[in-house]
């Protein structure tokens, strides 16, 4: 394809296109922090050096990978669901970014491969279990990092579609409209039982099951090996869409799964499975939630204000270079949460919030709020906006690796 200059495209609150260059510099970013967080990891202590990703390349998952392979030096195999380049259609974000996480490797001597398939079919379990068992095995770490709307599931082919619903009754309460930035009120109806099972089918721990079974099966686990997923709590104000809602619904269970997991791995050598509850921060996934946006906007002003915001990859070299060094053992909370979103839940920055969620309408949103680093954040998450990334040029979409 001859190169061509590629502009932001939205439709609602999803962009339907990506910036090459962009999503590169990015990563690099990313790369070039972790690198510089490496840990010196004490004689006798075993790094992670064998790492599947389900779900690397965006999010958590992309900043999971990236903490892991240039904090540790492991190798790793990532997971994902995007839209290759086409003609003049660019490629998915996610697609980019892991076009740039092998660039960055290649030239870094580190070993990296990726599937870029239906992480919920039995096809895509089969096609990383070849891959680990010619370059990998035993596997590790399994870090579990997906949001999906929709799971096709592999026993029954029925299609669960996930909702964003409060349950029991119906909730009402602010939310932004992302292309107009206007400050309305919006009301969710509550979800009904098939909308709940079907979000559980999606987002709760049958499939992040169903990848630990097959790797075990196949003797693919190390004896020690840990795996870890991620849910999200935060405050009140979000309970009855998020925590309370379908979606914690799911997490629950998620929950649940974690805790035989844990009990599996421990009796097989010493492994662990944990639940990471992690910060709230901008991703394709969050963007889509009502209210969560806003009050994104207003956490991410208090916690700027303390110095004490991390994005994705800060998170991650957080939980895996300090909380999940070699050698240590994660503090859990009393439902076994690793609480990566101490920061965020600290009473002084949720009581900012609190304060001024009343407060903020269409009008003031700009003052009181950090919406300005919300869309920011948003435009970077295709690779637009970036610092350094001249937009004016033209940049090669067929990327591939
Ligand atoms: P994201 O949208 O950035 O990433 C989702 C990843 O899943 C991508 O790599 C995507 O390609 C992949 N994916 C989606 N469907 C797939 C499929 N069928 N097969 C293979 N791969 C597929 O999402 P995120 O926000 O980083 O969320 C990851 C996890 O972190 C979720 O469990 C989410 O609940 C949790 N979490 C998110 C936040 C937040 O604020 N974003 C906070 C705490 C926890």
Request: charged content about 25%.
């Amino acid at each position: 394809m001859p190169k061509q200059v590629v502009t932001q495209r939205s439709r609602g609150f999803i962009c339907i296109n990506a910036h090459p260059e962009g999503c590169a510099v990015n990563v690099e970013r990313h790369v070039e922090a972790a690198r510089a967080a490496r840990p010196k990891v004490a004689s006798g202590a075993q790094p992670p050096q064998r790492v599947l990703v389900i779900g690397a390349s965006t999010g958590y998952g992309l900043a999971s990978r990236v903490a892991l392979a240039w904090g540790y030096g492991a190798r790793t195999l990532g997971l994902f669901f995007e839209r290759e380049p086409e003609g003049e259609r660019t490629a998915t974000a996610g697609w980019y970014n892991t076009a740039a996480f092998h660039r960055f490797a290649g030239r870094d001597g580190l070993y990296a491969a990726s599937l870029n398939a239906d992480a919920f079919s039995d096809q895509a379990k089969r096609a990383a279990i070849e891959i680990i068992r010619r370059d990998l095995a035993p596997v590790d770490l399994v870090v579990y990092s997906l949001a999906s709307p929709r799971r096709t599931h592999p026993r029954t082919g029925v299609v669960h579609n996930s909702v964003l619903k409060p349950i029991g009754t119906a909730y009402t309460n602010k939310t932004i409209d992302l292309s107009s930035r206007k400050i309305h009120e919006i009301t969710v109806p509550p979800a009904s039982e098939q909308e709940i099972a079907d979000t559980v089918a999606v987002m709760g721990g049958e499939d992040w099951r169903f990848w630990i079974d097959a790797l075990a099966a196949e003797g693919l686990l190390s004896p020690g090996a840990r795996t870890v997923a991620y849910s999200y709590i935060g405050p009140e104000l979000t309970w009855p869409i998020y925590w309370h809602g379908t979606i914690g619904r799911a997490k629950h269970d998620l929950e649940q799964t974690a805790a035989q997991l844990d009990a599996r791995l421990a009796a097989a050598g010493g492994g662990h499975a944990w639940i990471s509850v992690n910060k709230a921060i901008v991703t394709q996934a969050s963007a889509a939630i009502p209210v969560v946006p806003l009050y994104m906007s207003l956490l991410f002003k208090a916690m700027k204000e303390r110095g004490t915001d991390e994005d994705a990859a800060g998170q991650m070299r957080r939980l895996f270079l300090e909380v999940l060094a070699p050698g240590r053992e994660p503090a859990l909370d009393g439902e076994r949460h690793i609480r990566m979103d101490d920061r965020e839940m600290r009473p002084e920055v949720q009581a900012e919030v609190a304060a001024l969620w009343p407060q903020v309408t269409t009008e003031n949103l700009m003052a009181l709020s950090d919406f300005t680093g919300f869309e920011r954040g948003f435009k970077n998450l295709f690779g637009f906006d970036v610092d350094g990334v001249d937009y004016s040029q033209p940049v090669e979409t067929d990327i591939r690796w």
